[in-house]
């Protein structure tokens, strides 16, 4: 279960929004080009419902998710799973990552998966240079 505070209006640059968990009491924010991404996938979503002309209900019962799940999807809730974001998004018929019919995004995945193989295993932050000024 999550808390939901909000810092200030989304007027304001700089803006915000903590997420507090109820399990460990952490606090995680958000940059606002987050809470900009997650209310225009929310809103996209609640486009594509509606031209489908599927209720709130008709719609979560497809996702199999309840209604108020989905109507935190469509607000650009950050507390929802991912997943089911996803497949939301993959009912309702919005594109994901620029991609449809999970065609482009097989060959995106291969491509990723290619450039991973070529990279090292491990990443380690820079060495600071050791000065051995012991004269």
């Known amino acids: 279960m999550l808390v939901i ?3 200030s209006a989304l007027a304001n640059p700089m803006t915000e929004k903590t997420m507090r968990s109820a399990a460990t009491g952490m606090e995680r924010a958000f940059s606002r080009q987050t809470l900009l991404i997650a209310q225009l996938l929310g809103e996209r979503i609640r486009l594509a ?3 489908k002309r599927w209720s709130e209900a008709e719609a979560a019962e497809r996702a199999r998710i309840s209604r108020a ?3 935190k999807i469509e607000r650009g809730g950050l507390g929802v799973a991912l997943g089911l974001v996803l497949e939301v998004c ?3 018929g919005v594109p994901i990552l ?3 019919d999970g065609v482009p995004l097989a060959s995106a995945l291969e491509h990723t998966r290619l450039k991973l193989a070529v990279l090292p295993k491990r990443v380690r932050g820079e ?5 051995d000024d012991d004269f």
């Open 5 to 7: 505070l909000i810092n």
């Open 127 to 131: 060495r600071k240079p050791e000065y």
């Open 98 to 100: 620029g991609a449809s």
């Open 69 to 71: 799940t989905l109507q």
């Open 49 to 51: 419902r509606r031209e």
């Open 90 to 92: 993959t009912i309702v």
